[in-house]
């Protein structure tokens, strides 16, 4: 027989399952919310990193509030010469990066236009930033 246990006297065990029990589900939040930290809340298609000698074909177009268009730093006079230098660029590099430069004040009707245009010249990867304001 087992020896009576006091019941009047100080408590010297410890019941170990309610503390594995707190322990386990402590390591559960802990997994959950490490999850949804490293999650990113915005989806990005990033570049693949190229080699040093290899250089990514960047295909840019700027939209400025006033002044011509521009592509790859030169005037350019129309959407049907966009569309065949767009073409001709996808030609040479499916993997190309077109590079959408448009000042704020530049219409979304004229940015549209544009994704458009590329599109229809087969550039699949577009990329946009901003003309830089001079003073600020």
Do not use: C, Y
Request: a negative charge; charged letters at 20%; glycine letters at 8%.
């Amino acid at each position: 027989m087992a020896a009576p246990i006091p019941s009047d006297g100080p408590i010297t065990g410890i019941n170990v399952t309610p503390f594995v029990d707190i322990v386990l589900v402590l390591l559960v939040i802990f997994i959950v919310t490490a999850r949804i930290l490293v999650t990113p809340a915005v989806h990005l298609e990033l570049p693949h990193a190229a080699k040093a000698r290899d250089t990514a074909l960047v295909f840019s177009i700027v939209l400025p509030a006033e002044g011509p268009r521009t592509l790859n730093g030169a005037p350019i006079a129309s959407d049907a010469a966009l569309l065949a230098e767009a073409r001709d660029a996808a030609r040479r590099d499916p993997e190309m990066r077109a590079l959408i430069q448009a000042d704020g004040a530049v219409s979304h009707r004229d940015v549209m236009r544009v994704i458009d245009v590329l599109q229809g010249a087969g550039v699949e990867h577009i990329a946009f930033g901003a003309v830089r304001d001079g003073g600020r």
